[in-house]
């Protein structure tokens, strides 16, 4: 058992890096698919005029490598990492460094632009993986129970607008909603901006939510429950 672990906002860091390192994923393969061309500049277009199915589809990106091939298979590769680092290795102390800095990495390398400012909330959380969150446990203890039952819904929330969002952007369409609504166009970029703002909300939510339940006695660093605890390295 670990007693220098708050495994909650663990799960939540772990969740939204393995997200985003998909993302970059997909923008990297997208951009391999462009072959062994010069971008015109360094913001891209991860999915090229070929691959493209519908007319908004480009997925923009940055990257600092002047050959769409090469960032495409660089963006794969920090992005593995950071699925790989997110997935078992956010316990080890200074985690929250690394997992920045090969988020920072991926993103230069046209990993994805919009998920960066996502990394940058998710590294903020992952510095109170082993916190000892004592400016939360002056609160009442009820007030902290009641919000860290939010955690998983806000999650789930920003999972599923996370995966959905990428669908549309490639696709063009949103499953049940796109069936419902004529999303095409400028309403479909509209509702991708939408989405945009609803896990700018729930991740922050998940975040606080997953600190306030790991300060209750019994859970965290100062609990004696730890049903799911990690090694330290």
Not at 71 to 85: C, D, H, P, R, Y
Not at 176 to 194: C, N, R
Not at 215 to 232: A, F
Request: net charge positive.
């Amino acid at each position: 058992m670990n007693a220098n672990l708050n495994p909650t906002i663990r799960t939540v860091i772990a969740a939204c890096g393995i997200i985003c390192g998909v993302s970059g994923l997909e923008h990297g393969f997208f951009e391999t698919l462009q072959g062994n061309v010069a971008p015109a500049g360094q913001m891209i277009s991860a999915i090229g005029p070929a691959q493209r199915f519908w007319p908004g589809g480009i997925e923009t990106a940055f990257t600092i490598v002047p050959n769409f091939l090469v960032t495409g298979i660089l963006a794969m590769l920090f992005s593995l990492a950071v699925i790989v680092w997110s997935a078992g290795f956010l316990q080890r102390r200074g985690a929250a460094l690394v997992f920045l800095l090969l988020s920072v990495a991926q993103f230069m390398v046209g990993g994805g632009f919009a998920q960066i400012f996502l990394v940058i909330l998710a590294a903020a959380g992952a510095t109170q993986i082993h916190g000892s969150l004592r400016w939360l446990r002056g609160l009442p203890a009820g007030l902290r129970r009641a919000f860290g039952t939010l955690w998983l819904p806000g999650l789930v929330v920003f999972g599923i607008s996370f995966a959905g969002a990428i669908w549309a952007a490639i696709f063009g369409y949103f499953p049940l909603v796109s069936d419902l609504y004529p999303l095409q166009g400028e309403a479909l970029t509209a509702f991708l901006w939408g989405l945009a703002d609803v896990m700018l909300v729930t991740l922050p939510l998940a975040i606080l939510a997953a600190l306030a339940r790991d300060s209750l006695p019994g859970r965290g660093i100062k609990g004696e429950r730890r049903s799911n605890s990690y090694p330290v390295a």
